[in-house]
């Protein structure tokens, strides 16, 4: 009896010790054991059909309580896996009995590149970005995030609810140069724009100060050229200058986007899928410019919203 006791005792010691190591597959369950809802509601705060709508994959990232990467655990999930089941989602195995972050961005393509994921150190921003080169555009990202208790046996479900990290802009150029002359189409700058975001919590971590190029093509709805591109997020009150070029890189306008906002009363503030288009409608004759702005309207109510 007592050499089984002792057997015991032994046996424990080892389960033990194998789930305090640095490795921690012995602690895992057996099964998955954390299901993660996903909801993303648009300006709407009950519209939960805005997630198949707008996103189509979801990388997801683990961080135990002390702020652990748990890399074994990251993930893309695309839009198969996402809407293979009534509600998006997905399930995870963790080790039982711990508190877990779960940081999940929207989206992510050929324009968003996740560096050093970690509660400190990570980024978001496009692969070229390097503070000096012009950029064509970012991803239409989201961002989402949840804490959860997970128990030491069972199961325990949470809901990672999604926000936008991106704000739209289009740029319409009317009367300018006709259709047929693809090679005389007009440039189209976007300066001081923010380019970088923190990984954990998509808070803004560099200055307004980039540079995006846009390609400029036409638009036979709005008969003229149209330059289509996604910016990371700023408030009305912004320093983003929008500036029109001839094709030989003569300057033709520049719009002030805080000004022309405020003059046009849009906002893009509060909400999560923001739109801004400038529409500048040239008189050749003198190269005179009209600037009229698109979008929503501040005079519409915003519903409250989890922003």
């Given amino acids: 009896m007592k050499i089984f006791r002792l057997f015991i005792v032994l046996a ?6 194998s789930c305090i190591k640095e490795d921690m597959s012995d602690c895992y369950p057996t099964g998955d054991n954390l299901s993660l809802e996903f909801k993303y509601t648009g300006n709407t705060t009950d519209d939960e059909s805005w997630f198949n709508k707008m996103i189509d994959n979801v990388g997801l990232y683990v ?5 652990n990467y748990l890399s074994e655990l990251t993930q893309v999930i695309n839009k198969a896996n996402l809407t293979s089941e009534d509600v998006p989602g997905t399930t995870l195995r963790v080790p039982g009995g711990g508190r877990y972050t779960i940081v999940c961005w929207g989206n992510v393509g050929g324009s968003t590149l996740i560096s050093n994921p970690s509660p400190t150190g990570g980024t978001v921003n ?3 970005y390097d503070g000096t080169r012009s950029l064509n555009t970012q991803d239409h990202n989201y961002y989402g995030t949840l804490t959860v208790d997970v128990p030491a046996s069972g199961k325990v479900g949470g809901v990672v609810r999604f926000r936008s990290a991106h704000i739209n802009m289009e740029v319409c150029i009317k ?16 300066h001081y724009a ?8 998509m808070s803004s971590i560099k200055p307004f100060s980039q540079s995006y190029t846009p390609s400029v093509g036409w638009s036979d709805s709005d008969n003229g050229n149209l330059a289509s591109l996604a910016l990371f997020r700023f408030m009305d009150d912004n320093p983003i200058v929008v500036v029109v070029k001839d094709y030989n890189g003569k300057s033709l306008a520049s719009v002030n986007l805080r000004q022309t906002m405020l003059d046009g009363e849009i906002t893009v503030e509060k909400l999560n899928e923001a739109s801004v288009k400038l529409i500048l409608e040239f008189d050749i004759r003198d190269m005179s410019v009209v600037v009229r702005i698109e979008g929503w309207s501040k005079n519409v109510a915003i519903p409250d919203l989890l922003f």
Wanted: a negative charge; hydrophobic letters at 35%.
């Fill in 194 to 201: 923010m380019p970088q975001y923190n990984f954990f919590d």
């Fill in 63 to 67: 961080f135990d309580e002390g702020g």
């Fill in 12 to 17: 424990s010691s080892v389960l033990i010790s």
């Fill in 175 to 190: 009367n300018l140069v006709g259709k047929e002359y693809a090679s005389m189409y007009p440039k189209v700058e976007v």
């Fill in 126 to 128: 496009h692969p070229n």
